[in-house]
């Protein structure tokens, strides 16, 4: 459960190398997609969920890269039986690019969550914005844990699922951008 899931990659933000951990946790998920062999070389952006966690992610490992000190962040990464807690570590490696050391710190079984299952049916013309980092879901122009959308929404069922698009929460943009302040040159 510890091990961590290791990326790292190259100066022109390429994924050359993966622990084998990351196998697993891509077949875990239901992404067999992801196994490194057929991610390899590719550039890493379009598989970050959503344009201001890319932009993000972008600003955190150039600032690790810049200030040459690992940075951590927390973030949600859920199953649809669980919520998992992860801590990430980007550190920059001496060749330009970076490694990105992901570790789980909490981990909850719950009821299946279908709605964020990969593989359920979806309607085409209903779309739903969850946060990146959070995971909350977006409803009448509030923020909610997805626990409680998937109830308010009526999801709990066997679908069809509405669309999935990712943006942030204002807790979790101001989270990254406290992280992007905080983060000051070693004296
Ligand atoms: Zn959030």
Not at 7 to 36: C, G, K, M, V
Not at 159 to 186: R, V
């Amino acid at each position: 459960m510890n091990v961590p899931v290791i990326y790292r990659i190259d100066e022109t933000s390429r994924i050359a190398a993966t622990n084998s951990e990351w196998d697993r946790h891509a077949l875990d998920n239901s992404a067999p997609q992801l196994i490194f062999e057929r991610i390899q070389h590719l550039p890493l952006w379009p598989f970050i969920e959503g344009a201001e966690l890319v932009y993000i992610y972008r600003s955190l490992i150039e600032k690790a890269q810049k200030e040459n000190r690992p940075l951590t962040i927390t973030y949600r990464c859920d199953t649809p039986e669980l919520l998992r807690e992860m801590e990430m570590t980007i550190v920059s490696s001496p060749n330009g690019g970076v490694e990105c050391i992901s570790r789980i710190i909490r981990v909850e079984q719950r009821v299946p969550i279908r709605l964020i299952d990969a593989n359920v049916e979806r309607k085409s013309d209903e779309t739903i914005l969850m946060c990146s980092r959070c995971k909350d879901v977006k409803i009448q122009g509030e923020w909610v844990s997805l626990e409680d959308a998937v109830t308010r929404l009526g999801l709990t069922g066997n679908g069809p699922f509405p669309q999935i698009s990712h943006g942030l929460c204002n807790t979790c943009y101001d989270y990254f951008n406290a992280e992007l302040e905080s983060f000051k040159p070693a004296p």
